[in-house]
């Protein structure tokens, strides 16, 4: 007779396709399979995208994100959600309304632009992912590019990341990780509920394929919490997984290639 397998953790990614592999969609499952979790995908939005940058994005309609959704989670059930690229003031409404209820932790990454610059979410959605989106995150993780576009404060150091991220907390999210990669110096994250801050530190290899770095961030920090960890233990377990998912990014066509999601299978062979 077959033995039984446990069902491992569930986590469901709410993003949008990149067809080049490196971010979006298939970043997030392949997260969740190197750390050994069941993943599952709403899919919100196509993209034509590669090595080099987005040429073109087609949003799929709201009632198509909510029949995913549900279809999903009715059936068989979440222990976490992520989102990503939703793009519209609609598709994100639609999917804070789905989160608000859902029994589950949800870590939410506000993507903005894509690693190339290209924008990713219309400017009219920023106020919704202000009143709607972060009220019910967990976790959000803007990167500086982000949190400019929903503070509108230009961060360059350490103190302007507490700043940022108390103005941030202003609006519902249980915890804020502010991703500083982009200030000089080693990279450094500040991760806060507003009583308690935790600066997560990593020395800065000198790789230029990063792509999907805040992708498989937010997909790990889910992970970590499907598995039943804190907050604080989900982020340093997830930064810890994507510095060394950087370290071994590859080349891949003419631009900016992709972080290695499978390092550490690759490793352990």
């Known amino acids: 007779m077959p033995i039984a397998s446990a069902v491992p953790p569930r986590v469901l990614t709410v993003a949008g396709s990149d067809s080049g592999g490196g971010a979006g969609i298939q970043a997030d499952l392949k997260t969740m399979l190197a750390l050994g979790v069941h993943g599952m995908s709403v899919l919100t939005a196509v993209t034509a995208q590669n090595s080099l940058g987005v040429q073109g994005a087609w949003e799929l309609p709201a009632e198509a994100v909510r029949a995913q959704y549900r279809s999903v989670v009715d059936d068989i059930g979440v222990n976490a959600v992520k989102t990503g690229m939703l793009s519209s003031a609609a598709l994100v409404e639609t ?22 610059g290209d924008p990713l979410l219309a400017a009219e959605a920023l106020d919704s992912v202000r009143t709607k989106l972060l009220p019910v995150a967990t976790v959000a993780t803007p990167n500086l590019d982000e949190v400019a576009q929903l503070t509108g404060m230009t961060v360059t150091d350490e103190a302007g990341m507490r700043r940022a991220a108390a103005q941030l907390l202003g609006h519902g999210p ?18 806060t509920d507003g009583s308690q801050e935790h600066w997560l530190r990593a020395p800065r290899h000198d790789n230029r394929h ?4 805040g ?55």
């Not at 249980?174 to 500083?180: N, P």
């Not at 990063?210 to 770095?213: E, V």
């Not at 598995?227 to 994507?242: E, F, L, M």
Request: proline content about 6%; some cysteine.
């Open 95 to 116: 999917v804070a309304a789905l989160i608000a209820a859902t029994d589950a932790p949800a870590v939410v990454d506000p993507v903005g632009v894509s690693k190339h």
């Open 174 to 191: 249980r915890w804020v990780v502010i991703k500083g990669g982009h200030l000089p110096g080693d990279p450094v994250d500040l991760l």
């Open 210 to 213: 990063t792509h999907g770095t």
């Open 215 to 269: 992708c498989t961030l937010a997909s790990a920090i889910a992970c970590g919490l499907a598995r039943g960890q804190d907050v604080p233990t989900a982020v340093r377990s997830a930064k810890s997984y994507v510095t060394g998912a950087i370290a071994a990014g590859f080349a891949l066509g003419a631009g900016i290639g992709p972080v290695d999601h499978g390092w550490r299978l690759r490793n352990a062979r």
